[in-house]
């Protein structure tokens, strides 16, 4: 089979057999284990479908699909709801092309996923820049100074929307409604990247669902925690003065051949939420606290980060720290074990923890915790992620699309054009990107994290605009 490269990759990773506390929600189809999902489980095939009269069309529903989004509109309390088959990211852009024309000023966070900027590129529009605060101890991003947020708003009196991320990659969330109510005050549109979020409000511990905190348009991975095939999402208008624009763009993003084995999982996660989100989500609450109480109590040298006066923290999301251990290196251990966490940056390690990882699973993560806190030394190592400030701007990101371009040695960029964005995967937080100016402290930066996933930097290489 060596002319399945990607197949043996597949299965090699299958053959792996390790246990995952990392996207997708499904877990490796565990989530359809029910009695009302083995039916897609048995023979996932059987749904991969294409239109006719008995299924409905996407484009134009009037029957089954048209159903099965009343009925998500109902579960989450949406004006209307979509089916969203390739990503948020995909959502990102109706919501931007529905709300904000060519020239617009759109209030970002700097660490927006890279939809965002890819929006801002296409649309042609203004990025105003603001930051999380990174938090003191542990060295990465995680609150909204709320107050902050509000004079942002202020000094840019022609803005026309605003993107809220809740919650971010490390579950973390601040208190948006403020914002969301103020930025309407100003008839500024309002739209929340909710990628990580489609779980939210299925118990009462869980933080409230995104469309309920009353934002203009709300995107949801539906497949980062919930049991959907990977690319589903859901989109969710709570504004009607902007349904025709949205059901245009809608059209316009949305393919023409849509998967029905995909909308059929997006239909099932809606049901097993409705149905038995309670349920499993309480069972797997009372676990993650469980587990969280014996690292801290009983582990020297890593601890779970939680909640704070500023940010409330997922319960299903577990960030470890340690100030003796990079996360990477702690990653690396948790897979040299057997378990794939989510994420790592800086000091820190994320996992998420799904309905459908068991007790056993959740005490073979303790005890290789446990047996990692054995072999950390005492020597600190602290590595904060102090990303360089905003570099200076050559052009707009929009215009970055008409400049011709060329690659240079890293070490050569000093005081050129960004021409193609530079990124760490993950959580995708840009360094840099088109039309802003490298700078001595950017190009250390990037050269002190070269053995991570650094998009955008090809073989020591950056591209760069030919001025």
Not at 112 to 126: T, V
Not at 129 to 150: A, M, P, T, V
Not at 286 to 300: E, P
Request: aromatic share 10%; proline share 4%; net charge neutral.
């Amino acid at each position: 089979m060596e002319d399945l490269p990607l197949i043996n990759a597949i299965l090699k990773h299958i053959k792996n057999d390790k246990i995952s506390f990392s996207m997708p929600g499904h877990l490796n189809g565990r989530g359809f284990n029910t009695k009302y999902g083995d039916f897609i489980l048995s023979d996932p095939f059987k749904f991969d479908l294409t239109e006719s009269e008995a299924l409905d069309n996407l484009h134009n529903p009037k029957s089954s699909i048209k159903k099965a989004l009343e009925k998500l509109r109902d579960y989450y309390g949406s004006y209307k709801s979509y089916f969203i088959l390739n990503g948020s990211s995909c959502s990102n852009f109706i919501a931007g092309f529905s709300c904000f024309n060519e020239g617009d000023e759109v209030l970002i966070e700097r660490s927006s996923h890279i939809s965002i900027y890819n929006l801002m590129k296409i649309r042609r529009l203004k990025p105003v820049y603001f930051e999380r605060e990174l938090h003191k101890k542990y060295g990465i991003y995680l609150s909204i100074n709320i107050d902050k947020l509000k004079k942002k708003i202020d000094e840019h009196p022609n803005l026309k929307g605003i993107f809220l991320t809740y919650p971010t990659y490390f579950g973390s969330i601040s208190d948006i409604e403020e914002v969301i109510s103020y930025a309407k005050s100003k008839n500024i549109y309002t739209i929340i990247d909710s990628a990580h979020g489609a779980h939210f409000g299925s118990h009462p511990l869980l933080p409230k669902h995104a469309v309920s905190l009353n934002a203009d348009i709300i995107s949801m991975s539906a497949h980062k925690t919930l049991p959907s095939m990977g690319q589903t999402a859901f989109l969710h208008l709570n504004n009607p003065s902007i349904e025709k624009m949205v059901d245009i763009y809608f059209n316009i993003f949305t393919t023409t051949s849509p998967s029905y084995l995909m909308m059929a999982t997006l239909d099932y996660s809606r049901y097993f939420l409705k149905k038995d989100g309670y349920a499993y989500y309480d069972i797997l609450i009372k676990r993650c606290k469980c587990l969280k109480d014996k690292i801290n109590k009983t582990l020297h040298k890593i601890h779970v980060i939680d909640d704070d006066i500023d940010y409330k923290i997922d319960p299903t999301r577990i960030n470890l720290f340690s100030e003796f251990i990079f996360g990477e290196e702690l990653y690396r251990y948790l897979l040299d074990g057997g378990i794939i966490a989510e994420m790592s940056m800086g000091n820190a390690c994320t996992l998420i923890m799904s309905p459908f990882n068991d007790e056993e699973e959740f005490e073979k993560l303790y005890l290789l915790l446990r047996a990692i806190d054995d072999k950390i030394t005492n020597k600190s190592k602290i590595m904060t992620i102090s990303i360089p400030e905003i570099p200076n701007l050559y052009c707009n990101i929009s215009e970055s699309l008409n400049k011709e371009n060329e690659y240079v040695e890293l070490d050569l960029s000093e005081n050129k054009v960004c021409a193609k964005s530079i990124l760490i995967y993950p959580p995708g937080t840009p360094i840099i990107v088109e039309g802003e100016i490298f700078t001595k402290k950017i190009i250390n930066y990037i050269k002190d994290n070269k053995n991570r996933d650094i998009h955008g930097l090809t073989d020591g290489k950056v591209c760069i605009m030919k001025i």
